[in-house]
């Protein structure tokens, strides 16, 4: 192992960043942040949605992270432990982090290693539900040495140990303020999740969730010349196409995060002359989840969407792979994407020793197929076009995503598609705030899953899918004991897949990690768990007086908005 984890796949940022001039805290003035996904938390523990990742890590931080060329950096740790400087044990069964000396909770209190075993306790109690279980896969304890030094000891012997506080979706949390806020408590700490204390670059000075964050430099910021920006606004809600013309048409804001447009849409903007667009390739993939469980409102609240009740349609899995079959990904990327998106038929699209080529039959549209297969598993074609089973049911699929451009096109063509098979689907698009929210009494966030299928984008962290993958194994879906957090969308559970990660877990050679990710991906695809639809680029957008950016598709795209200065 290395300090820096190479990276295996290449991120090809658009544009030039300028250097940065001398300066001190504050002296660029105000920058304006819009996401049109607006921000509903501002604790990435209770959330799966990206847009609170980003929005809290302006805030929060972990011990180390990826930086944009996908090499692990330390952040408020000293430096990355490895074998070689003592930091991970010869057997591969700890890992000790030293925090780097003097830092500052923005309040003024000190940051101690209690804080960082207080998180792991906070993300791994038995009567909460985190959104970032999988981080402490394998986890047994936090041991504190000193108040700069932890011990994470693993269950398991850990090559890659570096999952718990990495990266922007486990940051560390001042103890003091999340104190009584353990297990069910959690989602109730309504003061601690809209203003966390944190050591970010950046404090919460007004919250309204759903809505708009003002925030002001942290005087307590471990480096005095930094944050550049003395103030912040991110503003939430609107859509990609307002988000992209405020920064390249009328110059209202400086950064727009995720601009999911048509291609032509975009480079129309960028003529306006007021900013640019910033992409990169990382791991981001469109997808169709499928929904394993029943999520029928007819079933009891504690049943509804559990793995009490098996789906009455999707838990056959020649339904499943059908769906999949009828779709044209090719013309899906041309609407859609362009040079922003490639076809894939995986949920690990990169780096590419981890993508497989076992899957690539979904690259051509096989309607006939697909036709062959409800055939097969049942289902004959009634008087109106739509297939119906020996019991009379009819094949009606329940199809949700976020209100979105680009997802509602891709809606209307998967629609037609699955109507060719014989198969109706009922469309709905929720408002992105509150579908990749986390409020568990919300019916309409995208944990819950009240529908058969629903489509939206998601992505890991870093250069390994040990995390993202650990995601699918049993016990990680959402559930009402959970506060509906989790990870595994579609509550998918296996044994076999469990016990392959587990042996993922404890391989060291990059060579063995690959060929495991892939077979593990491919346990996925092949039972149609995940219908993967676009290999997607990000594409940002910034100020053409906005310095100091460095797209990130490896970590939160604000990793660094420290750095960021007014350029004129």
């Known amino acids: 192992m290395k300090s820096r984890m190479a990276l295996f796949g290449a991120a090809a940022t658009l544009a030039l960043m300028p250097l940065a001039a001398a300066a001190e805290r504050g002296d660029s003035g105000h920058l304006n942040i819009i996401y049109w996904q607006a921000p509903s938390i501002m604790n990435p523990y209770l959330s799966g949605g990206t847009k609170d990742v980003e929005a809290s890590s302006i805030v929060l931080e972990p011990l180390a992270r990826y930086n944009q060329d996908g090499e692990l950096v330390a952040w408020l740790a000293e430096e990355i432990p490895t074998v070689e400087n003592g930091g991970v044990a010869e057997d591969l069964m700890s890992i000790t982090w030293t925090l780097r000396e003097g830092l500052l909770w923005s309040d003024g209190t000190a940051v101690t290693s209690a804080d960082v075993a207080f998180t792991a306790e906070y993300c791994m109690h038995p009567e909460g539900g985190c959104a970032q279980a999988s981080f402490f896969n394998d986890v047994d304890n936090v041991e504190v040495v000193d108040d700069r030094t932890v011990i994470v000891h693993f269950t398991v012997p850990k090559p890659v140990p570096y999952l718990p506080f990495v990266t922007a979706q486990s940051p560390v949390l001042q103890a003091a303020q999340f104190a009584d806020c353990l297990g069910a408590r959690a989602p109730e700490c309504t003061e601690a999740n809209f203003y966390p204390i944190g050591t970010g670059g950046f404090r919460v000075v007004d919250f309204r969730p759903n809505d708009v964050i003002q925030?002001?430099?942290?005087?307590?910021?471990?480096?005095?010349?930094?944050?550049?920006?003395?103030?912040?606004?991110?503003?939430?809600?609107?859509?990609?196409?307002?988000?992209?013309?405020?920064?390249?048409?009328?110059?209202?804001?400086?950064?727009?995060?995720?601009?999911?447009?048509?291609?032509?849409?975009?480079?129309?903007?960028?003529?306006?002359?007021?900013?640019?667009?910033?992409?990169?390739?990382?791991?981001?993939?469109?997808?169709?989840?499928?929904?394993?469980?029943?999520?029928?409102?007819?079933?009891?609240?504690?049943?509804?969407?559990?793995?009490?009740?098996?789906?009455?349609?999707?838990?056959?899995?020649?339904?499943?792979?059908?769906?999949?079959?009828?779709?044209?990904?090719?013309?899906?990327?041309?609407?859609?994407?362009?040079?922003?998106?490639?076809?894939?038929?995986?949920?690990?699209?990169?780096?590419?020793?981890?993508?497989?080529?076992?899957?690539?039959?979904?690259?051509?549209?096989?309607?006939?197929?697909?036709?062959?297969?409800?055939?097969?598993?049942?289902?004959?074609?009634?008087?109106?076009?739509?297939?119906?089973?020996?019991?009379?049911?009819?094949?009606?699929?329940?199809?949700?995503?976020?209100?979105?451009?680009?997802?509602?096109?891709?809606?209307?063509?998967?629609?037609?598609?699955?109507?060719?098979?014989?198969?109706?689907?009922?469309?709905?698009?929720?408002?992105?705030?509150?579908?990749?929210?986390?409020?568990?009494?919300?019916?309409?966030?995208?944990?819950?899953?009240?529908?058969?299928?629903?489509?939206?984008?998601?992505?890991?962290?870093?250069?390994?899918?040990?995390?993202?993958?650990?995601?699918?194994?049993?016990?990680?879906?959402?559930?009402?004991?959970?506060?509906?957090?989790?990870?595994?969308?579609?509550?998918?559970?296996?044994?076999?897949?469990?016990?392959?990660?587990?042996?993922?877990?404890?391989?060291?050679?990059?060579?063995?990690?690959?060929?495991?990710?892939?077979?593990?991906?491919?346990?996925?695809?092949?039972?149609?768990?995940?219908?993967?639809?676009?290999?997607?680029?990000?594409?940002?957008?910034?100020?053409?007086t906005l310095g100091g950016v460095a797209l990130n598709t490896w970590d939160s795209g604000l990793w660094n908005i420290a750095d960021w200065y007014r350029t004129e």
């Not at 392959?500 to 877990?505: D, K, S, T, V």
């Open 215 to 544: 925030m002001e430099a942290n005087p307590n910021y471990r480096d005095p010349m930094l944050p550049h920006f003395a103030t912040l606004t991110l503003k939430g809600g609107g859509d990609a196409a307002s988000a992209g013309r405020a920064v390249m048409e009328t110059g209202e804001m400086d950064y727009a995060w995720n601009l999911q447009l048509a291609p032509d849409v975009i480079d129309t903007m960028a003529q306006g002359g007021r900013g640019m667009p910033v992409s990169a390739f990382g791991t981001l993939v469109e997808r169709i989840e499928v929904n394993l469980t029943d999520p029928s409102p007819d079933l009891a609240p504690e049943v509804r969407s559990t793995l009490e009740a098996p789906h009455p349609v999707l838990s056959d899995i020649r339904v499943r792979q059908a769906l999949s079959m009828a779709i044209d990904r090719e013309l899906l990327v041309e609407v859609g994407y362009g040079q922003a998106g490639q076809v894939t038929c995986n949920l690990v699209p990169a780096p590419p020793a981890f993508a497989s080529d076992a899957n690539d039959a979904c690259m051509v549209q096989d309607l006939d197929g697909a036709r062959a297969l409800l055939d097969e598993a049942g289902w004959t074609v009634g008087g109106d076009g739509i297939r119906v089973n020996a019991d009379g049911r009819r094949l009606v699929l329940d199809y949700q995503t976020s209100t979105n451009a680009v997802r509602q096109d891709f809606q209307a063509l998967i629609q037609q598609w699955w109507r060719e098979i014989g198969v109706e689907a009922n469309l709905r698009n929720i408002n992105s705030s509150v579908f990749f929210g986390g409020d568990p009494g919300s019916p309409d966030t995208f944990q819950k899953f009240y529908a058969d299928v629903e489509m939206y984008a998601n992505n890991f962290n870093g250069t390994d899918p040990e995390q993202y993958l650990g995601a699918y194994r049993c016990g990680r879906e959402p559930r009402p004991s959970t506060q509906w957090q989790g990870e595994n969308i579609n509550r998918y559970c296996d044994p076999a897949y469990d016990e392959l990660h587990l042996q993922l877990a404890q391989t060291a050679s990059i060579d063995e990690r690959a060929r495991i990710a892939r077979e593990l991906n491919d346990m996925l695809m092949q039972n149609f768990v995940i219908i993967p639809l676009v290999h997607r680029g990000r594409v940002d957008a910034h100020s053409t």
